[in-house]
């Protein structure tokens, strides 16, 4: 079965450090991952997606993901954090022909001043 | 290019009524999936349609129920409402067709609370 794990309900960074969301996933044939951001009363946005071409993946907004198969990981990451960044993550997977994508349950970022 | 619209966005009910959400996806979009957030439990899969079949379900009780119209728009009806029923229901349509790996394009979500 597949299933992602997140680390970290909460993340606090100050504006200008890096940000370091972690996921985990589990899945028994190859995986097609993402990690989208939500803004409070607001649906979710696609930050950026995996879907086996290049294992480092760029996204909106300065952040990245690499996908590790040996680690399953796909962690995101933002070299230097703004105050605008502030919100909830979500990493999430799918897989050709499961028809539905699970999340993970998500890591709020704060960014301090 | 319109996006993912739900309505309505904000609902109050009480025990034992039932509600019927709507969602109207991305024009061209064929895949609707349904998603039950709340902060305890994140985001749940409900089910997913694809020109007018359901091709999975969440571990949901038979009280959520939904269809898509041959115009893909979709509707997911809940009944008997219980107090745990109250959550931020979200709809998403997609692109890609019989993989359905791809991106997925949010509406800004139903607010159910029930009372």
């Known amino acids: 079965a597949q299933s992602v794990t997140q680390l970290g309900s909460h993340v606090s960074v100050s504006e200008g450090a890096l940000v370091l969301l972690r996921c985990n996933y589990s899945s028994s044939v190859p995986p097609y991952l993402f990690w989208y951001v939500q803004y409070p009363n607001q649906g979710l946005q696609l930050l950026l997606k995996y879907t086996s071409a290049a294992t480092l993946v760029k996204g909106i907004n300065g952040f990245e993901a690499e996908f590790k198969k040996s680690e399953t990981s796909f962690h995101l990451t933002k070299p230097s954090a703004h105050m605008s960044d502030a919100a909830e993550y979500f990493c999430a997977v799918t897989y050709t022909g499961g028809f539905k994508t699970i999340f993970g349950a998500g890591t709020r970022l704060f960014v301090k001043a | 290019k319109a996006g993912v619209t739900q309505t309505p966005r904000y609902l109050i009910k009480t025990r034992g009524q039932q509600v019927t959400l709507s969602c109207s996806p991305i024009?061209?979009?064929?895949?609707v999936s349904w998603y039950q957030q709340t902060p305890g439990q994140g985001l749940q899969f409900l089910f997913e349609y694809f020109s007018e079949t359901q091709r999975n379900k969440g571990n949901f009780p038979g009280r959520f129920s939904g269809r898509q119209f041959s115009n893909s728009r979709s509707e997911m009806n809940v009944s008997t409402l219980e107090l745990g029923d109250s959550a931020l229901y979200l709809c998403?349509?997609?692109?890609?067709?019989?993989?359905?790996?791809?991106?997925?394009?949010f509406g800004e979500g139903s607010r159910l609370t029930v009372l």
């Open positions: 998403a349509s997609s692109s890609s067709g019989t993989a359905n790996t791809g991106e997925l394009f």
């Open positions: 024009s061209g979009h064929r895949s």
